[in-house]
């Protein structure tokens, strides 16, 4: 987990938000944030950017859990409840994989268990080059 | 424009990106970023939570225009190009509109004018209280 | 399980595919597809158009089956694996569903059982007339 | 445009459906299909799965247009509004296109001109084997 662990730190944005890995392994990861005011949209409710900031946090950190660089290349987010407040956790799980492209179900879930959000996500897997470690 | 401009402005997160909206009218909206280090991801480049964030930023606002509170439900995103400086310009266009749902496609482009991610947005839009403003 | 099954045999493009239901319930349903030459496209795979109404048939049954009618608003398929032949299976799985709006997930496995396809679909839920069954 | 009618020609499903190739050129197709009671779904309006096939056929078209056999790896379709009779016709633009992947739009239209559906697709693009045509 350690280079997992060093992956998901080097990520700028997930850092700003706020998004802390809780636990990652080869196509698995999950991340939870505390919801802050600056999460929130017009509607006082929490921003679908940031439901889907948090879901492709852990999108990332699967996807790239296997020593080969992970770009996402498409990616759809539902939006099933509005949230205000609390802890949102998110978890991925890997649907697929191939040599070039892999796909990755998430789900947002807020702190009473509920489902608030589900996220799919595609990877193109660039050729590991030689010199990366 | 000015109530798109105080909705927009009530948009903690998309405060706190840096986003600033340039355009706004019945079903249409654009905005724009200037990229920062804050933006990046573990591979240094424009993250695909900042795109999703930038073309939402104007979805909200372009769906949200006609006085009636439009939630989003479901949005999705294609990555074309990575980017890793510069200015990004997201715009809004409205595919769709009925009394409940509505749908909208949104395009970033770069500073030289290249399509970099396409994304649609739907709403759903709710009564209008009579209270509220 | 009754008047599912007569919804499912009104739809007259999934009999004219050879679509069999196999289950339905509250928020579920599975059925299969026995592949043909007519379900192929121009590479001699199974047509994407072919996975995509496999799966709009359960999703439909699902999504119909509390006696309130569905109407699909979105929908989107991920292709994981090439099929050329044998029996496609899909099931239906709900999400989550509110007064107005439900969401399905649908997963499509071939013949040894492995999941070549995931679809994921939304409905929009309109009042049941007094008047319709 | 002749090697694109041919590769049309032989999509047994898109044949099967009715659907007929007005025009075609470097990433480019359109397709027409006239609404017969074979295409309807449980609620008597043209099933999704018929919607999503027709812009799937110039989807296909479009994306094989190069010479380079191309895999669909994602597609998702919004609905608009139902359609009971008439001829819909489809119409696909490329939005981006690289070594490896390429993106397409498709709007469906009634005989009104009226734009009923929306269908994003992504392919994959195979190296050409050197044997193969």
Redesign the interface.
């Known amino acids: 987990m350690e280079d997992m662990v060093a ?2 730190e ?5 850092q ?2 706020g998004i802390e890995l809780m636990e990652a392994s080869e196509g698995r990861a999950k991340a939870r944030l505390e919801v802050k ?7 006082k409710t929490v ?4 439901l ?2 948090l879901a ?2 852990v999108f ?1 950190v699967a996807s ?1 859990s296997y020593g080969t ?1 992970a ?12 949230v205000t407040e609390g802890i949102l956790t998110a978890e991925a799980q890997e ?2 994989r ?1 040599k ?2 892999a ?1 990755y ?1 998430i789900k947002i879930s807020d702190d009473r268990g509920n ?1 608030v959000s ?1 996220f ?1 996500g ?1 990877v ?1 897997r660039k050729e590991k080059s030689p010199v990366q470690k």
Request: net charge negative; hydrophobic share 50%; proline share 0%.
């Open positions: 992956f998901f080097s990520d700028a944005f997930a700003y938000l005011q600056i999460h929130l949209n017009s509607h921003h679908g950017g940031v889907f900031a492709d946090a990332a790239n660089a770009l996402a290349i498409h990616a759809d987010i539902s939006y099933f409840k509005a649907l697929s191939s070039k492209l796909n179900s489902v589900a799919q595609m193109y």
